[in-house]
């Protein structure tokens, strides 16, 4: 499983915002795609409520007017103002560009298609022809398992374990480990390989750990599914119970010898770099030899153990275990993660437990959602190539970078205005700041999929070959040179990341349109929007993790220890102000886990709202844009129009687990509480709930 991971290494934005003409409120833009004044005043008032007080509770003021006119869809768990709709929108452009594709391989001279161009587009247009082809899907209904599941009948010591998982990781079977080809962290230039601890089925070893009683009855609920999937495989119904009850004791042991998520995000203890001999005295029982030979890559030795301590105790569990169970457990990961290339029957299972039990979604997506989904997970940057060419305006990246260094002169200019901060601390953190290297819109040098080998008509095997293709991908980094003009997103994505290893920011083309991003936006708009994303970026480079990096991506000190012992002073606060927020009565945000991404919002905001201001010096001021809103008011309105949301009960709770960001409600709520100019915005007055006597600063 060596794809490119975030685990704590690549900091995201959980942003979704899709590329499309149309608005959040669902009217049509023009077709000059221009945006009039009235228009986007109309959309920012008609999404709040105005007769809330902005000083006792924000969110309600900026978001009240969408979150009492609209509802959650059936098929989501989460709907948000900022990119919800519009990504429905999005994701129906791509997909006219995939039936253009798919209609390409029904023609007879398709196949003689020779450039590199036609034949990516041959390419798209088989993955996603055959994702829709439900009556093959059907008719095929677990038969293309029948390899595999052989494969997994071989199991009968470590060796032939080992082996089996590495075919397994090649499609991306999530057993026992995870991996990921990543920058060597003591040399960011080079690749090595990452083994994380894995293996799990539940979102999160909290759920096979805790006392929380919800938690207790999704595990039951597991045990039932897991049973549910072994029966539709043809186990005997109490054969399969009695194999799934072996199987989630088995899981929770994993999950025992587990770090807690939390401790996850501790980036130095994540480094423990081995050779190949070193590996192997650490799991003296486990033979790699016939893992890195069974994955395709024998010669592979340039190792990084993040979690050294759940291969030892993976290790003694093998040895204690009948081969008879690991055959069980290897058979459930593989039908549970290929439930979805499967007939109807496979499919609707996995929704009822992950979909319905666990997020609360009444409804599945309809299908050619879910194969647009699957053919940009294939595909992904080959499909960008063609919806660049259409739909990303070509003057977006100069004025995103003009907005980008309005941000990175904000963060410099507010540096000696932190009393927790020495001077010689302080000029490092300007030289990393103008060190960070910009992403814009998309890959200078695009990704060849043409060896890829896919079959017309064959789901199952188009998925695992696209899968396979990753891997190799990955793989054949390790012990290579990092690649500068590789991206971590596709440009479709409606995203934004940092990159510790590579000192970099990234913002694809789909995050460079409304409500974030337009040409006719006033400024305060665009600020408040993507400027306050550009900000949360730039602060993820200064956050409790990303400041352990040096400007070159290098993992080493290079703070005064006095500066880090103040550093972490500040960081306690914010992670007790968003511990106390809850999400319901008992259920709160884990401060810890989300801490660096809390860092980086309240950051963003800060470095933007400063970053407009020297935009506002560099031009003549105008009239207000929105009635009855200052434009420093409508700064931290559209900031907070950015999070409007509805969720399920299901899906917050699930989030507060296993997302390193807070929900919401509280990424509003936290920047805004802990920003003076919005107090002085609007007139809050100290002591009021969003102008607390006592705020936290980091940055």
């Not at 009444?362 to 992904?380: D, F, H, I, S």
């Amino acid at each position: 499983m060596l794809r490119c991971l975030c685990v704590a290494l690549v900091a995201c934005l959980a942003f979704g915002l899709p590329l499309s003409a149309a608005d959040s409120t669902g009217e049509t833009a023009p077709t000059d795609g221009r945006m009039t004044q009235e228009r986007i005043a109309h959309d920012v008032l008609s999404s709040m409520d105005q007769q809330a007080d902005p000083c006792q509770d924000f969110y309600q003021y900026a978001c009240g007017g969408w979150l009492a006119s609209e509802e959650l869809p059936g098929d989501q768990t989460r709907w948000a103002r900022s990119f919800s709709v519009i990504q429905e929108r999005n994701r129906g452009i791509v997909r006219d560009l995939l039936e253009e594709a798919a209609a390409t391989v029904r023609d007879a001279k398709a196949e003689a298609a020779t450039s590199a161009q036609d034949l990516e587009q041959l390419l798209i247009g088989k993955f996603y022809a055959s994702c829709m082809d439900t009556e093959a899907v059907e008719a095929a209904g677990s038969k293309p398992l029948a390899g595999l599941l052989a494969e997994i009948e071989t199991v009968k010591d470590s060796k032939s374990l080992m082996r089996v998982t590495g075919l397994l990781h090649r499609h991306e079977v999530g057993a026992v480990f995870a991996g990921a080809a990543l920058p060597d962290f003591k040399r960011p230039e080079m690749n090595i390989a990452f083994f994380f601890q894995g293996g799990l089925g539940m979102p999160d070893r909290d759920y096979y750990v805790s006392d929380d009683e919800a938690k207790k009855e999704l595990l039951t609920a597991y045990e039932a599914y897991v049973a549910q999937m072994l029966q539709l495989l043809g186990d005997p119904a109490p054969e399969a119970q009695a194999k799934a009850r072996q199987i989630v004791a088995f899981e929770t042991r994993l999950a025992e010898s587990s770090r807690p998520r939390d401790e996850m995000r501790v980036i130095e203890k994540l480094y423990n770099k081995l050779d190949r001999s070193g590996l192997q005295k650490l799991t003296p029982g486990l033979p790699w030899d016939a893992y890195f030979a069974a994955i395709g890559h024998p010669e592979m030795r340039e190792i990084s153990v993040a979690t050294p301590e759940f291969f030892s105790a993976f290790d003694s569990l093998v040895a204690d275990t009948e081969p008879s169970l690991l055959r069980d457990y290897l058979r459930w990961h593989l039908v549970n993660d290929t439930a979805d290339l499967l007939s109807s029957d496979f499919v609707d299972a996995r929704f009822d437990f992950f979909g319905r039990k666990v997020q609360g979604q009444r409804e599945m997506e309809p299908r050619w959602k879910r194969c647009v989904n699957a053919t940009q997970g294939a595909l992904g940057e080959a499909i960008g190539q063609l919806y660049v060419a259409e739909n990303f305006a070509g003057n977006s990246k100069q004025v995103a970078l003009e907005m980008i260094h309005d941000i990175e002169t904000a963060f410099e200019s507010n540096l000696p205005q932190l009393s927790w901060m020495d001077d010689i601390t302080r000029q490092r953190a300007v030289e990393k700041a103008k060190a960070v290297g910009n992403k814009i819109g998309y890959p200078d040098v695009w990704r060849d999929y043409s060896q890829m080998q896919l079959k017309a008509g064959d789901f199952f095997h188009n998925s695992l070959a696209a899968m396979a293709f990753e891997f190799d991908r990955n793989a054949n980094k390790v012990g290579e040179k990092v690649d500068p003009h590789e991206w971590g997103m596709t440009p479709q994505m409606v995203n934004a990341y940092y990159n510790p290893l590579q000192n970099e920011i990234a913002f694809p083309a789909g995050i460079l349109q409304p409500p974030f991003f337009h040409r006719d936006f006033p400024a305060a708009m665009s600020y408040g929007a993507i400027g306050a994303v550009m900000g949360h970026e730039l602060s993820h480079g200064f956050d409790d993790q990303g400041r352990k990096f040096a400007p070159d991506g290098q993992l080493r000190l290079w703070w005064e220890e006095t500066a880090s012992q103040r550093f972490e002073e500040q960081a306690a606060c914010v992670e007790e102000l968003y511990s106390s927020y809850e999400v319901e009565p008992g259920v709160r945000v884990n401060g810890k886990l989300t801490l660096g991404e809390n860092i980086a919002d309240i950051g963003g905001v800060k470095q933007a709202f400063k970053a407009y201001q020297i935009w506002k010096g560099r031009h003549e001021p105008a009239t207000a844009a929105v009635p009855g809103l200052t434009d420093e008011q409508l700064f931290f309105v559209s900031f907070g129009q950015v999070w409007c949301s509805l969720s399920t009960p299901e899906q917050e709770r699930l989030q507060v687990t296993t997302d390193s960001h807070s929900p919401a409600r509280f990424r509003v709520l936290g920047p805004i509480t802990n920003n003076a100019a919005f107090a002085e915005a609007f007139q809050c007055a100290e002591g009021t709930p969003m102008h607390p006597k006592t705020t936290c600063e980091v940055w």
